[in-house]
């Protein structure tokens, strides 16, 4: 008899319901677990290639090449630049940056540093990007030996890669034009 009541004790209404929502909540968790791991893969792979992007963007900006600097641009990117001047093509961006390749940046080197990219949906990213630079000139011709600032890109992924369509930049230790 000890075993039909231990039985019965079981069966509890309350019990049994308890342990259901336990096991709902169990399966519920693993497939949350499941579904934050896939984003996290997704997510580590267009990090790795956002990062690739800002990359190639700092490498052509060493080699003084303007192409190169703007392979990543999309043909009609809204650029704005430290002192708020907008440019509103690939080819403006790259023809200013070759003219300061040519002469005020032609000793420039600039490390970027992705600090944070957001993911707006899975096909945009707003990417905060820390970078500095040494060897720049002021139009007046005189030495800039350091600056650093951000540029917030944002991101969309056509046709399968990453391109920049916005950047906008500031420069923590820019002064104003002398008019």
């Known amino acids: 008899m000890k075993t039909r009541?231990?039985?019965?004790a079981a069966l509890d209404p309350k019990r049994v319901l308890a342990i259901l929502i336990l096991i709902f909540a169990m399966a519920l968790g693993i497939g949350f677990a499941r579904v934050a791991s896939a984003n996290e893969?997704?997510?580590s792979k267009d990090d790795a290639a956002i990062?690739?992007?800002?990359?190639?963007?700092?490498?052509?900006?060493n080699t003084h090449d303007a192409h190169a600097m703007c392979a990543s641009l999309a043909d009609d990117v809204e650029w704005v630049n430290w002192r708020g001047e907008?440019?509103?093509t690939r080819q403006a961006v790259e023809d200013e940056h070759a003219k300061l390749f040519a002469d005020l940046y032609k000793n420039t080197q600039r490390t970027d540093?992705?600090?944070?990219?957001?993911?707006?949906?899975p096909e945009l990213a707003v990417v905060d990007d820390y970078w500095t630079m040494t060897g720049a000139r002021k139009?007046?011709?005189?030495d800039w030996p350091y600056r650093a600032?951000?540029?917030?890109?944002?991101?969309?992924?056509?046709?399968g890669r990453w391109i920049v369509i916005v950047s906008h930049t500031a420069d923590f230790n820019a002064t104003a034009p002398v008019k």
């Not at 990062?51 to 900006?61: R, Y």
């Open 139 to 142: 139009r007046d011709g005189s």
């Open 5 to 8: 009541a231990s039985f019965a």
């Open 113 to 121: 540093t992705v600090k944070t990219i957001r993911y707006i949906n």
């Open 86 to 88: 907008p440019l509103g």
């Open 51 to 61: 990062k690739e992007i800002v990359a190639g963007f700092s490498n052509g900006w």
């Open 41 to 43: 893969s997704a997510n």
């Open 149 to 159: 600032g951000y540029t917030d890109f944002m991101m969309a992924k056509r046709g």
